[in-house]
């Protein structure tokens, strides 16, 4: 093998490499929240909503867990232009992102609320609580802490499943490396260093999620 390694390369375009990585991280991130958003609604209207609601989430559930997520971002990206709405690479990256993670985090969130005892929620009710009072202020914190390590498996998913958005030229990660491989002629380089800062973000995320987890749910139960 004469392949001679030249990892001072990677040195030298390191800040667009981290600058990807940055553009990575917030991408999941902000998918996260409104993927969040979508899958609390979803699950509320899955278990709590009108038949009809409910089977339109259902419907929209099936189709975005058993299609490809690739299939689905060229359908933003290139299909809504023929009517007439145009999206930026990072806009169709993002609400992609947010759909697909929804469509996850509705189906687990409906198993978390299914999980919380039933005589809470007919004492919520007893109280005067309606459908919705009782949903919010007894039945999603519990159902979010029932889920949180399969919530937060998907979180970490999303985050490395991001690199699909490059085939739109989003500039995330693994577009940042593709263009600098395909330039340099460095393949082993770069992809080792866009592997090597994967890595870090996983582990990093998957502790500030167990932290998160800690403080949240965990930290005034010892307390008392």
């Known amino acids: 093998m004469n392949y001679v390694f030249q990892f001072g390369i990677?040195?030298?375009?390191?800040?667009?490499?981290?600058a990807g990585a940055a553009l990575t991280v917030k991408l999941a991130a902000a998918a996260t929240v409104l993927g969040l958003a979508i899958g609390i609604l979803g699950?509320?209207?899955?278990?709590?909503?009108?038949?009809?609601?409910?089977?339109?989430?259902?419907?929209?559930?099936?189709?975005f867990r058993n299609t490809p997520?690739?299939?689905?971002?060229?359908?933003?990206?290139?299909s809504l232009p023929s009517l007439g709405?145009?999206?930026?690479?990072?806009?169709?990256?993002?609400?992609?992102?947010?759909?697909?993670?929804?469509?996850?985090?509705?189906?687990?969130?409906?198993?978390?609320v299914e999980a919380v005892p039933e005589g809470q929620?007919?004492?919520?009710?007893?109280?005067?609580?309606?459908?919705?009072?009782?949903?919010?202020?007894?039945?999603?914190?519990?159902?979010?802490?029932?889920?949180?390590p399969a919530l937060a498996s998907q979180f970490v998913l999303l985050m490395l499943g991001s690199s699909v958005v490059a085939a739109i030229s989003a500039e995330e990660l693994t577009a940042i490396t593709n263009t600098l491989q395909s330039t340099t002629f460095r393949a082993f380089e770069f992809y080792f260093a866009a592997t090597g800062l994967y890595l870090l973000m996983t582990l990093g995320f998957r502790a500030g999620l167990g932290g998160l987890y800690w403080y949240v749910f965990e930290r005034g139960r010892r307390a008392t």
């Open 10 to 18: 990677v040195v030298d375009n390191l800040p667009r490499l981290l």
């Open 43 to 63: 699950a509320y209207l899955r278990t709590n909503g009108p038949r009809a609601l409910a089977w339109a989430v259902a419907v929209y559930i099936e189709v």
């Open 69 to 78: 997520f690739l299939v689905q971002l060229f359908i933003l990206y290139f």
């Open 85 to 112: 709405l145009r999206l930026e690479a990072n806009q169709a990256a993002l609400i992609g992102m947010a759909i697909n993670f929804g469509a996850y985090a509705s189906e687990i969130l409906r198993a978390g």
């Open 121 to 148: 929620i007919e004492a919520g009710r007893a109280l005067g609580l309606g459908r919705v009072q009782v949903f919010r202020r007894i039945i999603l914190f519990q159902a979010i802490r029932i889920v949180y």
